[in-house]
C-alpha cells in the first residue's frame, strides 16, 4: 500500500505551503469535505469494493485513517502528497479519470487534515433531530422557520428581502396551491384587505379547493413516471387514468403520507383492500413495458425490476439505489445484493400476462386490469339509489332524471391497471447486470442492510413491509423518508430546496442549506401525522415565503441559486400550468373534475412514426379539449409538442425537478399553438363582451384579468399601436379576418363571438396575444 503513496521533498513544500494560507474557521466534513472526496474520490477509493483501487476507503475514517491520512498533519498525510504530487504518473486523481482538484478544494482538505480530519455520519441517514431552541415556538411557526433563515443571513451580511406587494402575493398562492390564477375581484379584496386573517383564509380555501389536488399531482406524476402509454417499441396506450384520479382524490383529502406510500406500493395486500386501494396499486404497473412479438420475458422482468428499484429510491428515499444494478454503488453504501433484494419485493407482482396475449392492440392489453367507477362516481350512485327508494313512482319525470345520471356514472366506468399478487418468481444477483448470467445467488426481499432490517416474523417480506419501513420512525427510515417529501415541498413554494439535489440525498447530492431547519420540519411532518396540508401551511406563514422576488445585485453575487433564501424564486410556471392560465383568463377552461384524459391540439402527423399499430391522433372535438393540463394524454414517446417545449419529461424515469429552458421554439408555440390562438380570440371576444367603454378601458380590463394590474404607460401606447395598426389592416384586407379567426373549435358556446364584429374581434386579438405572451402572463412572481 505505502508504495504506492510516494511523497518528495517537494511535494512536501507545496503542502506546507498551503498549510499556511488556508483559513482556521472550523470545517464540517458534510458541507465541505465529503462533496469533495465524493466527486473526485469515491470512484475508485469509496464503497464499490469490485473497482477499489489499493484497497484504498476514503468514505471510512478507520481506513483514510491508517493508510493516507494523519489527523492533524496535513504534511505527513499521503492524501495531501498524492494530490500535489507533480508526476503524473502519481497524482491523484489519474489523469484519465478526466477528475482535477482545485487549489481552493485541496486548501479545504488540507485545512479539514490539520484539524483533525474528523469524519461525520452522512447526514441524509442520521434520523432528524430538534434543534435546543432559544424560544418555546414549535418548529412549524413561521416565528421560528424564519429564524432559522435570519440567523444565517446576518451572519452573511445580509437580511430577508422586503415583503412581497399584496397583488404579487396573492398570485403566487394561487399558482403555487391551485395552479390557476386569482380572478380580478379576488385579488381586489385581498389588495383591500391583505391582513394576516385575510391572508390565512386565502391559505384554508385554496388547500380546500379540489384545484388543489389537480396541482399537486402535477409534481407526483412526475416523480412516479404516469404516462398513458407503454413507452417501449410500438408506445401504445393502456388502462390507467384511474390512478391519476387517486392521486388528485388523495391531496384533496388531505391523506396522510405514509398511507399514501402503503396504498400505492402495497393496497393489495392491506386487510379488506376497497376499490380505491386497489386502484392505488397502479403504481406498481407504472413502468414502460414492451409488447413487441418475440420478446424474452425473462429479460423484460429483469428491465421492470430494476426500473421498479429506481423508481421506489428515488420517490421515497431520494437515493440513486439504480447505479447499484452492476455493481455496488460507487458514491453511496449500496451493494449490489441491496438492489436486487429490493427488486425482490415487486416478485409477485402478476406482470407478465402481456407477453402472451398479443401486442398491438390500441389501447393494449396489460393484465390484471380491474373496471372501476370514480370515488364521487361511486358515492353519487349510493346517493341516487337512496333517493329513488324514498321518491313514490308516481314522481316519474324526478326518477327520470335520477336515472338518466345513474346510468351516465355507471356508463363513466373505466379500465385501470391493478397489482395482484401470486407466487413470487426467483430473484437473484445479476453479475454485471446480465439477465442471461444465472450464477449469482438467490436473494429474498430486504432493505439495504447499512439501513437496518425487518422485522417480519421469519416469513418472507412482501410491499406492505417495505411500505411500513419506508415510513416507520423506529424501525425504519421514515425519518429519511419525510426528509425527502419536506425538502420537495420547499421547493415547490421556493423554486429550489433546502437541499438543491431532489432526488439525491447521497453523496453525490448536495447538503442542505439550512439542515437544522430540514430536520425541525421533517419532525413537524412526522409529529403532524405526515400531514401535507399542515406543513405546507406552515411554510406558506413564514416571512421568508412571503418575501418579494426581485434580488439586488449584491444578492445575486452572494447567492445566485438562492440557497440563503434571502428572497423569493422568480420562474416560468411548469408546462400544463401556463396552459391552463391562458385558457382561464381566456374563459375557455373547462373545470371537469377527473375522467378520461383529454387530448388538445397538436400538429397533423406527429405520429406518423408510430407503429403496432399505426394511428392518427384525433384531437377532442368538444369541451374537453379544454381541460387542465394534468388530464391531458401522456404519449411517452411523442409528448404531446406544447408540454415538450416548456420543459414537461416524457415520464420514463422519475423527474424531481423538471428543467426551465428559453428558447425560440418555446415563443412559437405561445405565439401559434392553436390553443393559444384559440384562446386569445375568447379573450379577446370576453373583453369586447364584458366592457363598452374606450379601447383604454378595455385595455385595462385585459391586463386585469391576466396579470391583475393596470398597464403602464409604455405598455398602454405600445398595445394601442398594435390595436390601431391591426385594425387598419384586417380593414384592408377583409379576406384574411375569417382565416385569422377560424382556429380551433366552433362550439355552441363560441356562437356569441360570431356576434360581435369581425374585424374588431381580429384585432383585439392580436392584443390579447401580445398580452398573454407578456413575460409576467407566464411566470411564477
Excluded at 340 to 345: E, G, K
Amino acid at each position: 500500500m505505502m508504495r504506492l503513496f510516494v511523497s518528495s521533498a517537494v511535494v512536501i513544500s507545496i503542502t506546507f505551503a498551503i498549510v499556511s494560507s488556508v483559513t482556521a474557521e472550523d470545517l464540517e466534513f458534510n458541507r465541505d469535505i465529503r462533496p469533495i472526496l465524493s466527486d473526485k474520490c469515491f470512484f475508485c477509493h469509496g464503497p464499490d469494493e469490485e473497482d477499489r483501487q489499493a484497497d484504498l476507503r476514503l468514505d471510512k475514517s478507520e481506513a483514510a485513517h491508517e493508510y493516507a491520512i494523519v489527523p492533524g498533519k496535513p504534511e505527513e498525510s499521503e492524501l495531501i502528497a498524492r494530490l500535489l504530487n507533480p508526476d503524473p504518473e502519481l497524482r491523484m486523481p489519474p489523469a484519465d479519470s478526466e477528475k482535477h482538484l482545485s487549489e481552493e478544494e485541496i486548501k479545504l482538505l488540507t485545512d479539514w487534515i490539520k484539524q483533525g480530519a474528523k469524519y461525520e455520519p452522512f447526514w441524509a441517514y442520521v434520523p432528524p433531530k430538534p434543534r435546543e431552541s432559544k424560544t418555546n415556538e414549535k418548529a412549524s411557526t413561521p416565528t421560528l422557520i424564519d429564524s432559522f433563515i435570519l440567523e444565517k443571513l446576518v451572519a452573511e451580511g445580509l437580511q430577508f428581502s422586503s415583503p412581497a406587494e399584496p397583488v404579487t402575493l396573492i398570485r403566487r398562492l394561487y399558482f403555487d396551491l391551485i395552479g390557476l390564477p386569482p380572478s380580478p375581484e379576488e385579488v381586489d379584496a385581498f389588495v383591500s384587505d391583505h391582513s394576516e386573517k385575510a391572508y390565512r383564509d386565502i391559505i384554508d380555501k385554496l388547500l380546500a379547493s379540489d384545484h388543489f389536488g389537480e396541482r399537486m399531482a402535477i409534481y407526483w406524476l412526475d416523480l412516479v413516471r404516469y404516462a398513458d402509454t407503454v413507452g417501449y417499441h410500438g408506445d401504445q396506450d393502456h388502462h390507467i387514468s384511474p390512478y391519476r384520479d387517486w392521486v388528485i382524490e388523495a391531496f384533496n383529502d388531505n391523506m396522510p403520507f405514509d398511507q399514501f406510500t402503503r396504498e400505492q406500493l402495497a393496497g393489495d395486500l392491506l386487510p379488506d383492500s376497497t376499490i380505491d386501494q386497489k386502484i392505488a396499486t397502479g403504481y406498481n404497473r407504472l413502468l414502460q413495458t414492451s409488447h413487441e412479438g418475440g420478446v424474452q420475458p425473462k429479460e423484460y422482468l429483469s428491465i421492470y425490476a430494476a426500473d421498479r428499484v429506481r423508481n421506489l429510491s428515488s420517490v421515497w428515499m431520494g437515493a440513486t439505489v439504480g447505479c447499484a444494478q452492476c455493481h455496488s454503488h460507487k458514491y453511496d453504501p449500496y451493494t449490489i445484493q441491496d438492489f436486487y433484494s429490493l427488486a425482490a419485493f415487486f416478485a409477485d407482482i402478476d406482470e407478465d400476462q402481456h407477453f402472451y396475449i398479443g401486442s398491438n392492440a390500441l389501447p393494449t392489453r396489460r393484465p390484471p386490469e380491474l373496471e372501476v367507477i370514480s370515488q364521487r362516481g361511486r358515492e353519487r350512485l349510493v346517493e341516487i339509489e337512496h333517493s329513488l327508494e324514498t321518491i313514490p313512482m308516481s314522481q316519474s319525470k324526478r326518477r327520470g332524471v335520477l336515472e338518466a345520471e345513474k346510468k351516465e356514472i355507471e356508463e363513466s366506468a373505466r379500465l385501470t391497471m391493478v397489482t395482484v399478487a401470486k407466487e413470487p418468481r426467483e430473484m437473484r444477483v445479476l453479475p454485471r447486470g446480465n439477465w442471461l448470467d444465472d450464477s449469482g445467488p438467490i436473494v429474498e426481499p430486504a432493505v439495504p442492510e447499512f439501513l437496518g432490517n425487518l422485522d417480519h416474523e421469519s416469513r418472507r417480506a412482501n410491499r406492505l413491509d417495505l411500505a411500513n419501513w419506508l415510513t416507520a420512525t423506529e424501525a425504519g427510515v421514515g425519518g429519511l423518508t419525510a426528509r425527502v417529501q419536506v425538502n420537495r415541498y420547499w421547493y415547490l413554494l421556493f423554486g429550489t430546496g433546502l437541499s438543491r439535489s431532489l432526488d439525491d440525498f447521497g453523496g453525490q447530492g448536495t447538503p442542505p442549506s439550512y439542515p437544522e431547519l430540514l430536520d425541525e420540519l421533517t419532525l413537524e411532518f412526522i409529529e403532524s401525522g405526515w400531514d401535507v396540508k399542515h406543513i405546507l401551511k406552515q411554510i406558506l406563514l413564514s416571512k421568508a415565503y412571503r418575501q418579494s422576488s426581485i434580488a439586488s445585485a449584491e444578492l445575486l453575487q452572494k447567492d445566485p441559486y438562492n440557497q440563503l433564501f434571502a428572497r423569493q424564486g422568480a420562474y416560468r410556471l411548469p408546462a400544463e400550468v401556463l396552459r391552463d392560465n391562458a385558457l382561464m383568463v381566456s374563459g375557455l377552461l373547462n373545470v371537469k373534475y377527473g375522467g378520461e384524459s383529454s387530448h388538445p391540439y397538436q400538429p397533423p402527423g406527429y405520429y406518423r412514426h408510430l407503429n403496432f399499430p399505426k394511428r392518427e391522433y384525433e384531437p377532442d372535438q368538444d369541451s374537453q379539449q379544454y381541460r387542465r393540463g394534468v388530464y391531458v394524454h401522456w404519449q411517452r414517446q411523442f409528448l404531446h409538442p406544447m408540454l415538450k417545449a416548456f420543459d414537461a419529461p416524457s415520464r420514463e424515469e422519475c423527474t424531481a425537478e423538471r428543467p426551465r429552458s428559453n428558447t425560440p421554439l418555446a415563443a412559437l408555440v405561445l405565439m401559434n399553438d392553436p390553443t393559444f390562438i384559440e384562446a386569445a380570440r375568447s379573450f379577446a371576444a370576453r373583453i369586447l363582451e364584458e366592457s363598452n367603454g374606450t379601447d383604454q378601458q378595455r385595455l385595462e380590463s385585459a391586463f386585469r384579468r391576466a396579470v391583475s394590474r393596470l398597464p403602464d404607460e409604455v405598455e398602454s401606447k405600445v398595445l394601442l399601436e398594435v390595436l390601431a395598426q391591426n385594425r387598419k389592416q384586417f380593414k384592408e384586407r377583409e379576406e384574411s379576418v375569417a382565416a385569422f379567426l377560424d382556429v380551433g373549435l366552433n362550439l355552441e358556446t363560441d356562437q356569441s363571438e360570431k356576434q360581435l364584429d369581425q374585424q374588431e374581434l381580429a384585432a383585439w386579438t392580436t392584443v390579447t396575444r401580445v398580452i398573454l405572451n407578456l413575460n409576467e402572463s407566464i411566470t411564477r412572481n
